[in-house]
């Protein structure tokens, strides 16, 4: 891997990294509580209710309350 390609890479990876700060930061806005407290938490809540954008058909019965509830009781 060269030095272009790497720094590529890194780029990215911090344009993916403030994006998902920014989720972040605006799902816990919306709860109105910090139950968020790592990116892979975003993708769990989304798993469980769903997400029609991703094809992502969720568990049914599981809507946003409830994937938060879950997350702030059992973690990610």
Known sequence: MNTTTF??????????CEYMGR???KCNENIGY?????PEQVIDILGLMG???DNIP???GV??????KLIAD???
């Not at 720094?7 to 993916?16: D, G």
């Not at 910090?34 to 790592?38: E, F, G, K, L, Y």
């Not at 809507?63 to 938060?68: D, H, L, M, R, S």
Request: aromatic share 4%.
């Open 58 to 60: 969720g568990c049914p």
């Open 63 to 68: 809507g946003e309350k409830t994937a938060v």
């Open 74 to 76: 059992f973690g990610g």
């Open 7 to 16: 720094a590529n890479l890194t780029h990215e990876m911090k344009n993916v």
């Open 23 to 25: 989720v972040m930061k």
């Open 34 to 38: 910090d139950v968020i407290q790592s």
């Open 51 to 53: 997400d029609s954008s």
